[in-house]
């Protein structure tokens, strides 16, 4: 066994043995931790990132309402424990099935949906305050990365330059990944893979000197404590490229402060130097592309008022300004609306006369 | 000119000629080409209503008699639609010259013209079958009677003469029967057998739940014999006849009335004649029309009467007397209930005495819940006027009105907004009342009176709230008892999960929790949630509230 597992294997040990003291106090087996939803959120001013309140919750055994997802909570600690014995990791979707079963003699399954296994893992990580990753969990390879760097992983040397039209694919688990060399000024964050596709087969990055990285949708951790690792460990600043639209805005959020959902993790994962390059506002006057406004329905709206009253953005009067000019729009924008300029319209003329203005927002 | 005149004298004008074809119609005639106004329009309906009268008639008779009625009831299939229907009792029997009217003449009968709680009410029932049998088959009803066991049974065979409405005796004897007193009625006539809601089987069933005290020895076209028992030898306490209440009255009646009384002045008619009328409250009602107490009944002229029926509403007179119901009370009805219906629980109400335009009844509600009543289907709902099973025309019925008006929901049945509820229960209603307003001669439906439906309303959540707290009282049971099994279950896992995390023995974790699962405290856990039972007590709150208003 390696030496790092040793704390998550002594997390978890610990967590057992609490509860078997309660049961043999004859106490109702109770599981304390911190409340994780959004009144437990707390933005931290000085840090500039989310963390988890003061408020804590109590999930104990024999109680109608708690039974089922203490019995998940266990479960998992329990498939956790036995991949850190074996060395071996699994993706939160094995986790699903390996503790989706029927409980002898009734019509009872311990998970029935893999919504439940992910919500009682993220919960063992506020319990036992380590990581996913340090659990031996891993989510789904879903980012591709480009750029002059060369990485060693597992005894592989890779060069990010070198491999053809997918790049490399970013794992869930980047911690034990060696960055050997990096050479380049920013790194691009999209959040479309076809965008990524267009500004590689363009040579962006190389024409620019920058690494550029993606992911399909919400940012996933692998990708993020990437980019962190970029941005702490070579002092690249991050820029964001999003859709023009309430969850194009809270791509940048989670990057930049965390998310709600993670709120525990948030040290290991935000951006402090993370800036939203676009689409903004006033791209849409400056490049011209309001012709290619698509009109808000009500969801759009009603996130879009979620967003602009959380803490971190209630006083930033440049965001503020942002909401109410798309809420005036009441409609939203692609990335892709650039292609209307021309297919390379994006990495000849918009990205860099962006970069080198400073037309961003922090 | 001249000519065109004499055209004109020489004929007779045209109403003449029409009024050589304007003659009186029999009753008897009338029902003839009107068979469906007594409920006769087909072969099935035929050959349940000609039992249904001949059983009622038996009932009304063994009561009268005070005698436990036991009546034996047989169907034979003769031929493709044509069955013999035989019905007999062990009644008080009917004296010699009254048979060929009873059986044979329209509209003949004691009750009519009484007031009084009885199964028939104006002599039409048995007859009208008699004619029916007779339109179909050609045959004479057949009548064995005896009154004691001092006088011999008499046996008839009896026609009517649809023309005057008239019995003609096809044959008349005495002979040898082996019963001391009660009548046999035989009936051949066309019809067809069926089972199901709307059948014999169904009415008899019906029969023996309403009236505990009967006994019915039933053997049906397929030889199959079903005895249903009598629960008690209880009778009904026996109904007294009462006056006709003021309230109640009509001007064509009160008209009527006034004609043909014996009383010599307007306030000795008012206090013979009605009931709860006394020499005061006659005063008062004359006063009030503005004519004189001592005025001769004769003399009253027809603005008069319309007078007096006004001083009659403007009076205050007391609600009719009661003794003239004979309602079936909460206990027997349950006894019926229990003996025909094979259910996990029974609630019963019986409701004072109220009054619809001067009539007074009862209403009577019960509920059977769950055992072997079908779960998934409509409530099923049993009609009963007078103890006589209503099986047609429940849509046009007060009485299914009231069900569907009632809020079944906080009461652990299922429904759409105002209709009959879902759910695995049957529904008893009961209307006992000296005059019982059907919506047709053929009885089936019971007229829309507010009052009426008011009242059964009433009776179905006075019942509703008990089978409500019976249905939460068993959902709470039964999670309760699903909850401790879920507990059972997952501790087995809870300790597996929890040996392999603490590096213990899992049998040791596995005893120490189902050690605990019998502590108080954490049965409480499990036991305690009870927010249906606080909802459920918040719905009964509201309800009773309504009611309170409703009844201000």
Not at chain 1, 243 to 259: A, E, R, T
Not at chain 2, 34 to 58: I, P, Q, T, W, Y
Not at chain 2, 499 to 518: F, G, P, T
């Amino acid at each position: 066994m390696e030496k790092k597992d040793k704390k998550p294997l002594k997390e978890l040990e610990e967590f057992g043995k609490k509860l078997v003291g309660d049961v043999e106090k004859g106490r109702n087996p109770t599981i304390e931790f911190s409340l994780r939803t959004l009144s437990n959120v707390v933005y931290d001013t000085k840090t500039k990132t989310l963390g988890l309140g003061e408020k804590q919750q109590q999930r104990t055994f024999f109680n109608v309402g708690h039974a089922k997802k203490f019995l998940q909570s266990l479960e998992v600690a329990k498939v956790s424990k036995n991949l850190l014995v074996a060395g071996k990791h699994a993706s939160l979707r094995d986790v699903f099935y390996m503790a989706k079963r029927t409980i002898p003699q009734s019509n009872i399954n311990i998970v029935d949906d893999q919504v439940e296994s992910d919500k009682a893992i993220e919960d063992l990580e506020i319990i036992t305050d380590c990581s996913r990753e340090q659990l031996n969990i891993n989510a789904n390879k879903m980012g591709s990365v480009a750029g002059n760097v060369v990485i060693e992983d597992s005894g592989d040397t890779i060069n990010w330059a070198k491999l053809g039209s997918g790049g490399w694919s970013i794992p869930s688990n980047v911690e034990d990944i060696e960055l050997k060399s990096v050479k380049a000024k920013y790194v691009i964050y999209m959040e479309k893979q076809a965008v990524w596709e267009r500004l590689h087969e363009d040579k962006f990055w190389e024409k620019q000197n920058c690494i550029i990285v993606t992911s399909q949708g919400q940012t996933t951790r692998g990708i993020r404590r990437l980019l962190q690792r970029l941005s702490q460990e070579h002092s690249l600043p991050i820029y964001v490229l999003a859709d023009f639209d309430p969850w194009g805005f809270y791509i940048y959020s989670v990057l930049k402060f965390g998310s709600i959902n993670l709120a525990h993790m948030s040290g290991s994962m935000t951006l402090q130097n993370a800036r939203f390059l676009g689409i903004s506002a006033d791209d849409a006057t400056n490049y011209d592309l309001k012709k290619h406004f698509i009109k808000f329905k009500d969801v759009d709206s009603t996130r879009l008022k979620q967003i602009s009253d959380y803490d971190w953005f209630k006083k930033n009067k440049e965001w503020q300004r942002q909401f109410k000019m798309m809420k005036d729009f009441g409609a939203k924008l692609e990335i892709q609306a650039l292609s209307s300029k021309g297919i390379t319209f994006i990495s000849d003329k918009y990205l860099p006369e962006k970069i080198k203005k400073g037309e961003f927002l922090d | 000119m001249a000519k065109e005149i004499e055209a004109e004298t020489k004929e007779t004008p045209i109403a003449y000629e029409l009024a050589k074809r304007q003659k009186e119609i029999s009753v008897a005639e009338f029902f003839t080409k009107n068979r469906h106004l007594l409920g006769f329009d087909n072969k099935r309906k035929a050959l349940l209503m000609a039992v249904k009268e001949a059983v009622d008639n038996s009932l009304d008779a063994c009561e009268e008699a005070r005698v436990p009625p036991e009546i034996s009831v047989e169907i034979i299939e003769m031929a493709e639609f044509k069955y013999k229907i035989i019905v007999e009792d062990n009644g008080p029997g009917i004296v010699k010259k009254q048979i060929p009217n009873i059986f044979a003449k329209l509209l003949y009968g004691s009750k009519f013209h009484t007031l009084k709680q009885a199964r028939g009410q104006q002599g039409i029932g048995i007859s009208a079958a008699v004619l029916y049998a007779q339109l179909t088959t050609g045959k004479p009803v057949k009548i064995t009677s005896r009154v004691s066991k001092k006088e011999p049974a008499l046996y008839y065979e009896l026609n009517i003469d649809t023309q005057n409405n008239k019995p003609v005796i096809a044959k008349e004897e005495t002979i040898e029967w082996a019963k001391e007193h009660g009548t046999k009625v035989e009936l051949d006539l066309e019809a067809e057998y069926v089972k199901g809601s709307q059948s014999v089987d169904e009415y008899l069933k019906q029969t023996a739940v309403i009236n505990p005290h009967v006994t019915i020895i039933y053997t049906n076209p397929k030889s199959e014999q079903i005895i249903y028992a009598r629960a008690t030898d209880k009778l009904p306490d026996e109904a007294k006849e009462i006056k006709p209440h003021p309230y109640g009255i009509e001007l064509g009646m009160l008209i009527d009335k006034l004609r043909w009384t014996e009383s010599r002045t307007l306030q000795s008619f008012l206090t013979s004649e009605f009931s709860r009328v006394g020499p005061g409250t006659a005063k008062e009602i004359c006063e009030y029309a503005a004519v004189l107490p001592n005025t001769n009944p004769s003399q009253v002229s027809r603005d008069m009467a319309e007078k007096i029926l006004q001083g009659i509403q403007k009076t205050k007179i007391i609600a009719p007397p009661t003794d003239c119901l004979s309602p079936i009370g909460n206990e027997l009805l349950e006894k019926g209930l229990r003996k025909e219906i094979k259910a996990e629980f029974y609630c019963t109400t019986s409701r004072p005495p109220a009054v619809y335009r001067g009539n007074p009844f009862v209403i009577e509600v019960g509920v059977a819940f769950g055992g072997e009543i079908p779960k998934e289907e409509k409530v099923n709902i049993l009609r009963f006027a007078n103890r006589v099973p209503l099986l047609y025309q429940e849509g046009a019925c007060g009485m299914a009105k009231a069900i569907m008006e009632t809020n079944w929901k906080p009461y652990g049945l299922q429904q759409s907004n105002d209709s009959i509820p879902y759910g695995h229960a049957v529904i008893v209603v009961h209307m006992s009342s000296v005059w019982v307003p059907f919506t047709s001669e053929s009885k089936e439906a019971i007229a829309h009176y507010a009052e009426i439906i008011k009242e059964i309303k009433l009776a179905l959540q006075e019942c509703g709230r008990l089978l409500g707290y019976y249905v939460r009282k068993k959902i709470r049971i039964t999670e309760q008892i699903e909850r401790a099994n879920m507990f059972e279950k997952y501790i087995p896992e809870v300790a597996e999960s929890l040996a392999v995390l603490a590096n213990e023995n899992k049998e040791k974790i596995l005893q120490a929790l189902q050690k605990m699962l019998v502590k108080p405290e954490i049965k409480k856990e499990i036991v305690e949630d009870d927010s249906d039972d606080k909802l459920y007590r918040m719905e009964f709150a509201k309800k009773n509230g309504e009611e309170r208003q409703e009844a201000a």
